[in-house]
């Protein structure tokens, strides 16, 4: 699917059908929240790197339930909660609400601090509403995160992958699992991409079959 068109399915079903933002971005981070779990070693802690907009908001709907199928979990926000809005804010207030760690990273040197070779590390950082290569402190997760031998899974897309042609920007995050909502994006039959793709896994997010079928899903 283009980008244009996996984010107007987004939109159809919020003010066509009348599924709330919220009930996509909760079946979309459960979603992904149980592959994470079935693909990790219960042992293994688990960071979420949390962007400015929904690819962030997802993060904390992970969080809240990987911690509840028993992974020690926390986050890193780029972008302070308080200053999220929408369907983000709501579920960064909830995660603060539960007492999951939450680490506000703003420069370089805090990033430094929170991305180290201990997580498995979940990139929540930029999804399809990312406009070119990953600028100021995204690039700079990324590049760390990158750094660091431990797993990496990447949500709806890799942070710094063009979503409609697969070309990697200069700073791409490299994961081994990627968990892609309503279905693979186009760029990912690049064959550019699959080093950054890794293993991919697709994830509904609760649409109705006959909105699904609009768009050739099914
Ligand atoms: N209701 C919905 O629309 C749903 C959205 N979902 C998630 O939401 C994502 C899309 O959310 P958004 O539209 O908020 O977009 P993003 O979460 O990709 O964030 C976009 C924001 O990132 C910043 N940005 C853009 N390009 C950048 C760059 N190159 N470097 C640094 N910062 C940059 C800008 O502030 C921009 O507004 C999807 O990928 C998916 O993960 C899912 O929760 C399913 C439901
Ligand atoms: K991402």
């Not at 709806?156 to 699992?177: I, K, V, W």
Request: with cysteine.
């Amino acid at each position: 699917m283009k980008r244009d068109e996996v984010r107007q399915v987004d939109s159809i079903a919020i003010n066509e059908y009348g599924i709330s933002g919220l009930v996509l971005m909760e079946n979309a981070g459960r979603g992904a929240a149980e592959r994470i779990a079935a693909w990790c070693d219960r042992s293994d802690a688990v960071r979420i790197l949390c962007g400015p907009g929904n690819n962030g908001g997802d993060g904390y709907v992970i969080a809240r339930h990987l911690e509840l199928l028993g992974f020690a979990v926390d986050l890193v926000a780029l972008v302070p909660p308080e200053k999220l809005s929408g369907d983000a804010s709501a579920n960064a207030m909830i995660a603060q609400r539960s007492g999951i760690p939450i680490v506000t990273a703003e420069s370089v040197s805090e990033l430094e601090q929170s991305i180290d070779g201990n997580h498995v590390l979940v990139d929540c950082l930029l999804g399809t509403g990312a406009k070119g290569a990953p600028r100021g402190l995204y690039h700079d997760a990324v590049r760390l995160a990158n750094a660091t031998d431990r797993k990496r899974v990447a949500i709806d897309l890799p942070t710094g992958l063009d979503c409609d042609t697969g070309q990697p920007s200069e700073m791409t995050f490299r994961a081994d699992l990627t968990i892609t909502f309503v279905a693979a994006k186009d760029g990912f039959q690049n064959p550019d991409a699959a080093p950054f793709l890794g293993h991919v896994e697709t994830v509904g997010i609760g649409v109705p079959r006959v909105l699904l079928r609009r768009f050739g899903v099914v």
